[in-house]
């Protein structure tokens, strides 16, 4: 969870030096998506492999 927010902060704080200039309130909303469409993009790996190791263990007798 921490390299998540890690990585959601720095494109949010990216986003709203690069947005926030150029598109005031709108910008900082694109920023918003950007943070939290990086944090999911960084659990998606950990999510799908914690379910595949359930599954795993469902599975053996």
Same mark, same amino acid.
């Given at each position: ?9 720095? !494109? ?20 918003? !998506? !950007? ?14 492999? !914690? ?11």
């Amino acid at each position: 969870m921490l390299a998540a927010e890690i990585g959601g902060f720095a !494109t949010f704080v990216a986003g709203i030096v690069w947005l926030v200039p150029l598109h005031g309130a709108e910008g900082a909303a694109w920023a918003n !998506t !950007t943070y939290y469409s990086a944090i999911a993009l960084i659990l998606v790996p950990f999510i799908v492999a !914690t379910l595949w190791q359930s599954r795993r263990l469902r599975q053996k007798p």
